[in-house]
């Protein structure tokens, strides 16, 4: 397949230019990355807009950032459900519920909570996942980089994959957590200053909002079953201006899901899941300052959150119209996941590219770092010091986090290959992967608000919610269950795993013993100081005002695209 | 440690002088649509950049 674009001298030395700060910021912060807790959890001394931004970087990866404009192309609006109704409230609960006990019991990843929670084969079984998991997804997000530049601009996909890796090395390796966390804000900046510009340019082109709506494509229908090509009409196109409106019935909406669904499965346990108890993310609340740093780390986050879908989804609903043939099948070209950068290609001149495509490369590469950083936290911690070597000297695990860096970058790569390799064994992986999630947040939320769940509750609500999701999906890939969509198959996946952990939770809690009380201090909502009163504090300050305004925000954003 | 600010200021100020000087000696326009892009986005880049700095200036000076 021929390059998408061609890139200019000036486009390469913007790209130049952002290496050399990423490896500048690695030197720079190494000379103050003296303990373990220094490399790990950034000695605890971040102030709260750079976790908060650090927060949302960490999960703002470039396939998220195409994978939204491709989906803003196949279903437009309704994909802001995965931050109006996904993210944003999962990260206000998080941000005022759950926050004090991470941040208020100084644990230091998410399995060692699990582990003063519960025991140590429920740590071990979230650890030993988490780490695995973490890896793949690095090695995936490699593989995804180099295929992206590769079709983009003609990159060798080896070469770029492993020079990505190697700066990523050097400056984790440095810096560790807070290399990482400075490296994820100079992307947020990018990606927002990157974009931006390509949505004014293409509502220019489009002559403005209304002339959008009113402008009806002339796309292929994904969706349709009919064997002919069935064309887009004008109430179609509207319905992609939705998020709510047509969601009673499946045939009402662009992705073919109803609003239990949407709520139930996306809403409360896929998001809550992934956004409440991902390490990954709830490490940077855990680099915050004070604890009020730490809750208000997820809710500064969640303000950009509310807006990113004008960022990331509107530019796929603008190419549809944009870009002649966008979505016609059997041609790579024109596929919906190139949605962004043919926009890119067609609207961008050098110079502008440049900073698109650095934009790009950054998202890949911070997603690389956030994973590797978790990854050799989860392992130094959860895994080495707890089962390998404990008691050892804090200058032994820094020297062993430092090695498990360079360990970790090496598999993700070795990973990358095996994902060029064999693309559908990685997608069965990140899907086996993706069970573990919905199970988790039972765990968490029985272990925080029910002081009666007891240790082998938790382990096994954890267990059977895993076997649960994965007996689901061995029942949908064999037929035996059907649903509308993959879309919708996984949010009901989520939602039953999440249903059988909490009632074997609950039911195991019955007949086996609780921790003591004194053991729960501090990891229980019924043993754990209320936060001091924040009333003196200004508004912006105080995480209960900040979270009602952002869910006030977020409803109205859902309103106004019912 | 700097204040995060401050290398974020002097990377969109390098990157806003190399767009605004790209887009003055190239006379850049995005496709049919007549609006100087290059030019326009560098200078606000250079904006941002130099407030970025500046705030990142002040911040390391105070925790000093």
Redesign the interface.
Known sequence: MKPLLTAAP?DY??MA??FA?ML??GF??SR?TKTSEDFFLSGRRIPAW?TGLAFISANLGAVEVLGMAASGSEYGMMTAHFYWVGAIPAMVFLGIFMMPFYYGSKVRSVPEYLQKRYNEPTRFINAITFAISTIVLSGVNMYAMGLVFHDLIGWNITLSIILSAGIVLIYTALGGLTSSI?NE??QF?LIV?GLT?LII?GL??AHGWSALQNHVPHALLVTSTAKKPVYMNAAQWHSFFHTWAGTATVHGNPMHITWPGIVLGLGFVLSFGYWCTDFLVVQRALAANDMNAARRTPLIAAIPKTLFPFLVILPGLLALPLIKGLGTPNNPTLSYNNALPLLMA???????LG?GLTALLASFMSGMAGNVTAFNTVFTYDLYSSYIKPDMPDEHYLKIGRLVTVVGVIVSVVTAFLAAGAPSIMDYMQTVFGFVNAPLLATFLFGMFWKRTTPWGGFWGLIAGMLAALTHYLLTIDHVLHFSTDQSGNFWRAFVAFAVGAIVTYLVSLVTQPLPDEKMRGLVYQLTPKPESDSHLSWWRRPVVLGVLILIFALVVNILFW | MMDLRLPIGIFFTIVGIMLFVDGIVQHVMVDNLNIPINTDWGLFLLAFGLVMGIFGVIATKKNR
């Open positions: 000036i030395m913007i230019t952002y700060f500048i910021i720079v912060v103050h750079v400075y804000v100079l900046f200053l510009p340019i220019i082109a067609h609207y961008y001149p050098a110079g502008m900073l």
